[in-house]
């Protein structure tokens, strides 16, 4: 059950009222509620137009896996599940993968549209401190261009990012307390639900081999003559406008063969056009527990 917080059924009013398309952009920061507040707009607009959320919280989704960008589109088609519409970011933060981030977001919010929706509800990332987390939200905000950027705030932490956007006239500002129901997840707790969703994720996943001839390779793409180049890395097989068809974890790289193995659920091998390599990397015969950074422990520690 959704605990109401305040401000929240005003937003949800001004929404139900609107005569043109609404795109909302929820910030705030890590245990703010973004979540759930993104989770009751989408509801409450579902009801009586066609909603689209758009989870950009690549270490916190709920639409896809970790490391990916979702779209989802409301109502539902009855007795049906929603189909994911997914971009890989290839990692559980948004550092060192700004490009992606921004395009993902980009290219979700325009599917989005593209599908009719009347009201899309964007979840941010939670970065939004100090000078990168500030530049990287005014970009997100700039390039997705919102018509509503609502802030979640404990008293008035996001005004420097606010400011940037305040006589802009085509977005209107909601300032929205913190909940005193979010819920706080420690480290640790954020850490086992990856680790949770990535186990429910591959729980079907069987070996398969990719060719590589005549696939675009992409991301941090890995030495293709050393067979152990790739192994256990995260990788997405994309289709021809670089949405994921599925996430696999790689294995070994068959040279001469010009052929990838990936341990991946069931996918369409025709409908691959690229694969995106990761920096993250999996281990499946550790119940996917041990998740490492190929880029290092700094990178580690920003997720």
């Known amino acids: 059950m959704i605990i109401i917080g305040e401000g929240w059924e005003e937003l949800a009013a001004a929404l139900s009222q609107a005569d043109t398309p609404e795109r909302i952009y929820v910030i705030g920061s890590t245990n703010s509620g973004k979540t759930t507040l993104c989770r009751y707009l989408v509801d409450k607009t579902a009801a009586h137009m066609r909603a689209a959320y758009v989870d950009c919280d690549t270490g916190q989704s709920t639409v896809g896996p970790p490391t990916t960008e ?19 970011v290839g990692s559980t933060s948004p550092g060192g993968h700004f490009l992606q981030t921004l395009t993902g977001a980009k290219r979700l919010v325009e599917k989005a549209a593209e599908l009719g929706a009347d009201a899309t509800i964007i979840d941010s990332p939670g970065l939004v401190f100090g000078g990168v987390g500030i530049e990287f939200q005014v970009q997100m905000v700039d390039l997705l261009r919102p018509t509503r950027l609502v802030a979640l705030q404990h008293g008035r932490e996001l005004e420097p990012l606010l400011a940037n956007f305040a006589r802009h006239p085509a977005i209107t500002i909601h300032r929205v307390p913190v909940s005193p129901a979010a819920v706080i997840r420690t480290t640790t707790e954020r850490r086992r639900y990856r680790e949770e969703r990535f ?33 256990r890395r995260l990788v997405s097989l994309n289709d021809h406008d670089n949405f994921s068809l599925a996430l696999g974890i790689a294995g070994e790289m068959h040279t001469r063969r010009r052929l990838l193995t990936v341990v991946a659920p069931p996918f369409d091998p025709a409908a691959v056009a690229s694969i995106r390599f990761g920096s993250l990397n999996l281990d499946l015969d550790a119940e996917l527990g041990s998740m490492e950074s190929h880029a290092g422990k700094s990178e580690r520690k920003r997720t």
């Open 70 to 88: 979702g779209m989802v589109l409301y109502p539902l088609p009855p007795g049906l599940p929603g189909r994911a519409h997914l971009r890989f």
């Open 199 to 231: 186990a429910a994720y591959f729980a079907e996943a069987l070996p398969r081999e990719v060719p590589l001839r005549g696939l675009g390779l992409q991301g941090r793409v890995p030495d293709l003559k050393n067979p152990h180049g790739a192994r």
